[in-house]
């Protein structure tokens, strides 16, 4: 994984959090056949993290786009749902 350690700490808290208030998510998409990397990516966007900066001009909380694309960013999204 090519994550930092520090950012995905961040978006595990994030993540656990999301899924503490929505613990039937999962099996949620799954029963309405949608696919399990569209849940990665919405529960992402469930966190309101801004992952999107791309450490020089667009700032985000996370400036995951300076060193990650989403193939790499999905990796990180499976290792915190541990799906």
Known sequence: ???K???LEILQNA???VI???PNAAQDYKDNGLSEKR???DVLRATKLNVFGDGRGTH???NLYAYL???H???ALKHCLKQ
């Open 1 to 3: 994984m090519k994550i």
């Open 39 to 41: 849940f990665r990516w």
């Open 60 to 62: 985000g909380d996370l």
């Open 69 to 71: 694309n989403d193939s």
């Open 5 to 7: 350690k520090s950012d």
């Open 15 to 17: 993540i656990d959090k």
């Open 20 to 22: 503490a208030d929505n």
């Open 73 to 75: 960013i999905d990796t």
